[in-house]
């Protein structure tokens, strides 16, 4: 059974910098991409960021893009997500997904089987 666990979340203000960690256990790591979602209260969730399985490819929601970076360490079983020049509208739970199958970038929920508990990221103005 794969199993996913966030961490790293808190309390910020804008213009700061928050790192997520996801631990992943129940198979091997290495052989597949994974993602990151976020979900605002009273909003759908929403794709943030994707890494291959080498971590080679990457891929970013526009809102997202030159503030977040998606990483990897195969060997500590753990994909992160750096997020610098936070804003408000960052504010929101956030989730590690994996897919059942070896995937490349997946951009879309159901690229995705499971899902880490979340981890709550609130940005003050």
């Known amino acids: 059974q794969v199993q996913l666990v966030e961490s790293g979340g808190g309390l910020v203000q804008a213009g700061g910098s928050l790192r997520l960690s996801c631990v992943a256990s129940g198979r091997t790591f290495s052989r597949y991409g994974m993602g990151w979602f976020r979900q605002a209260p009273g909003k759908e969730r929403e794709f943030v960021a994707a890494i291959s399985r080498s971590g080679t490819n990457t891929n970013y929601a526009d809102s997202v893009k030159g503030r977040f970076t998606i990483s990897r360490d195969n060997a500590k079983n753990t994909v992160y997500l750096q997020m610098n020049s936070l804003k408000p509208e960052d504010t929101a739970v956030y989730y590690c997904?994996?897919?059942?199958?070896?995937?490349?970038?997946?951009?879309?929920?159901?690229?995705?089987?499971?899902w880490g508990q979340g981890t709550q990221v609130t940005v003050s103005s």
């Open positions: 997904a994996a897919p059942q199958s070896v995937l490349g970038v997946g951009v879309r929920e159901t690229d995705y089987d499971y």
